[in-house]
């Protein structure tokens, strides 16, 4: 405690600097006043009076705003939203603060006949760093989710199942500025109905912590905010559904929010046999593909592909968020999940580089694994003053998973028969290397938990904030295996391996991470922070085996070689200076870091061992963006980070799980230091809603962690331990060399002509991945390159569909190669097709089209399928709320699933089990209670109404 005196007084003598600023800060908060509601995104101008002078920006997620550094002067504030009358008003600002409280806003008033068309509905339009998508513009159908609305919006594309908007991965959604199911975007966007969303904003999300203290740290994420109708803010809505096919197939689930306010509670709940992982707003009925169901194959490397195996799924999730009181907003998640998996694989394995001619593996095996989990996160943000704020995000988890599994194999090489001659070449004869047979029974159980403390004040000086945070870690896994495995020597039956194990491995992990951050300005538009971190990381991992004795039956043989018992420390001190310009066009930011690790790890047997090793590394950073206008900007961001080699990467200890791939670890491993470039390029033309971005991205790494395989010998293994013919020894290394590329290209129109909006993605990607056989090092090179087109509807919501095509060609190269199949090229190709059409009196066709070409890939597996998924449906009951549905899936009965998997030592393919056709029935019912204003007209109407044929005068906004 005495030597936390200093560090405290200093503290305390930092929050009570306080310096009369010569500028002052303009804040208040905008809402609806029909509505009393915020109005997130909302264009905030502050313009003076004597020269014209402008100061701008927008609304964050509760309404509220903040103009730092405002000379004291006259000034005519102007607040622009969607949909509201232009807000306007005079005031003078002084040599202090001034708090500007609550600003109401008016919807703009309309008059219109109930189908006179006044014009076409605007998509769209640019908002500093944010674009704004107006929903009523663009058709989908009533019960169509958050997720299909957002996928018809121009530069919105899925790839490889990920929603991407301008380039990038969606990594979180929000709900009217607030948290909605944490950190998951996909669940977030399922699970929200398409007619409660008013309009769409897209932008880079900075941190919690960037966006108190004004200092950007560079970490952002590309963040959908779905801003919803005042009059769906209060109420239930959601759907729920059941169905019974053939084959046994079943499912039922649920999606209910309830809203009211501030507080949003949502439900899901999924239970059914074919492979659907959840259950959205937006369901199809029966299931369907929809990019995230374990029905559909690809190829790796560029074709997607989903989960393998059938299983059977039990998981329901629990959604809150909530204000407590003026100054507490908190949020939180708790899903349960209790899944059954089966699946039947075979795989062909081809090697690059062995001792044996052209060796190659042929494997089958079955595998049936349950698994059961809870997780619980939460996050609480205290604003104790506009000055200081406290956030806390605690989140845990506890998994348990039983498995078992059974395969064989076979590996096969060449051998010469027939001696070469003038005339011809070699001939050659397939001869056994080895077979296999292995059972394993596992059960295995986990337990984590992190929590984050994080206190921000901000000092009347703008721009002079502290920080401080405490982070912890703890994680704990055990469990055991029973093993049998049989490996046969074809030449050499003596050396035939047999193994009867019990292994029970337990291990521990604790970190901990402080630290503290103080930022000051430096003239008008710069600023210096300087930051301090403080951490450790402590595994603690047992690993240990013992043998059948067959006079016992029992497993009490304990067997030291295969076992192994170590610590290890890995402690880091950081030191880091930040300096930030920031003017109306250019944003530039320069860091350099100062770290300094130490890395200890302590082994107690087989074999007592101890390391200690220090790092010394210097990090920089810089980042600039350009705006060439508001709807134009160029950000190029370079940043260095080292990583440390895991305890199992450490540990020189001999895994036998495969006798035929002995696996060890490596004490004398460093830490690998990588380098990251990125540099990208965004345009929005608001007239012609035209989205167009471009990013090129590379890292090297140097002292890459990788691995050194070579045919195993005596001395890498303990006395006693037979080594078969073929057999392998792994073990990680640090190579140079490890370097990768990858340029993109986005694309986004609507076609106005056609009535659809079309996007396009391409990209070419290069990979060189450096690797160790037999002690030659080997370099595998991978380029790829993808090219994808999706067009989606825009006619009305009786027609409703989408059109999408993503192939990817990939070159494989090997610098040290013993056949020519180690060099090999492969396509891949996804095409899809999903469309729904309304017509007479409520009935509902729907169809999922999805063609997979494979080409390149080894002999068996270069297939290509057709999956074919449709339903007829009855809308029925009040409002035509009811659906009753009859839905076929895999129609052809084509479906397959195929992988490709890329190795510094090897290629293989892989086809697993997956669910072929089945029947459904199906009735769902879509819940939609809302209080507070009327209900909206097509729900008066009761026939589904026509969403967005008509806009009013003054705004974008389709009120009913």
Known sequence: MPKLLPLLLLLLLLMNWQVQAQNASVLGAVKSKEADETLPGASILLLRLSDSTKVTTITDKEGAFRLEKVPAGAYQLLIQYIGYKTFRQNLQVQQRDLNLGQLLLEVEATTMKEIEVVGQIPLGEQKGDTTIFNAAAFKVAPDASAEDLVTKLPGVVIVDGKIQAQGEEVRQVLVDGKRFFGEDADAALRNLPAEVIENIQIFDKKSDQAEFSGFDDGNRAKTINIVTKPNRRQGQFGKVAAGVGTNERYMAGASVNAFKGDRRFTFTGISNNINMQDFSAGEAPGGGMRGRRGQRGGGNSGGGGASSGISTINNFRVNYNDVWGEKIETSGTYAYTNNRNNNNTSQFRDYINTSYLNQETYNNSYNTNTSAGHQFNFRLEYKINDRNRILITPSMSTTTTDAFSRSSGVSLYDTLFAAATEFEDALYNQAVLNRSETANTSDNGSYSFNNNINFSHRFIKPGRTISGSL?????????????????????????????????????????????????????????????????????????????????????????????????????????????????????????????????????????????????????????????????????????????????????????????????????????????????????????????????????????????????????????????LRGAQIIRPVNLNGNWNTRAFLSYGQPLKALKTNLNITGGVGYTRTPGLINNELNFSNTTNYRLGTSLSSNISEKIDFSLSSNGSYNVVTNSVASREGANNNFFNQSTQLRASVSFWKGLVYRTELAHQLNAGLSSGYNTSFTLWNMSLSKKMLKNQRGELSLSVNDVLGENLSIQRNINTNYIEDVQSTVLQRFFMMTFSYNIRKFGGASAPAQERRGDGGERGNFRQEGGGRNRN
């Open 471 to 723: 982070s912890t870690s703890y994680s704990l896994t055990d469990g055991s295996v029973f093993r049998e495995n049989t490996v046969e020597d074809a030449q050499r039956p003596d050396r035939n391996v047999d193994l009867d194990q019990q292994i029970a491995t337990e291990r521990n992990n604790l970190s901990w991470r402080t630290n503290v951050a103080f930022a000051e300005p430096v003239g008008e538009k710069g600023r210096l922070q300087l930051e301090y971190q403080y951490s450790n990381r402590t595994d603690d991992s047992e690993r240990l085996t013992y043998d059948l004795v067959e006079q016992t039956g029992l497993y009490d043989f304990f067997n030291p070689y295969y076992s192994n018992s170590s610590v290890s420390d890995y402690l880091t001190h950081e030191a880091k200076s930040s300096y930030q310009y920031n003017s109306e066009k250019v944003r530039v930011q320069l860091e350099t870091q100062y770290q300094l690790a130490n890395l200890q790890n302590k082994r107690v047997y087989p074999t007592e061992y101890e390391m200690n090793t220090t790092f010394h590394r210097v990090l920089p950073t810089a980042q600039l963006e350009y705006k060439f206008s508001k709807t134009k900007n160029l950000q190029l961001d370079y940043r260095t980070n080292t990583n440390a080699p895991s305890i199992t990467q450490l540990q020189d200890v001999l895994d036998n799980t495969n006798p035929l791939r002995f696996r060890i670890g490596n004490p004398n491993l460093v830490q690998a230091y990588q380098h990251n470039m990125n540099l990208r390029y965004r345009s929005f033309n608001a007239e012609t809603n035209r989205v167009f971005s471009a990013f090129i991205t590379g890292s090297l790494v140097n002292n890459f962690i990788t691995n050194s395989t070579s045919d195993a010998a005596p001395a890498d293994v303990p006395a006693g331990v037979e080594i």
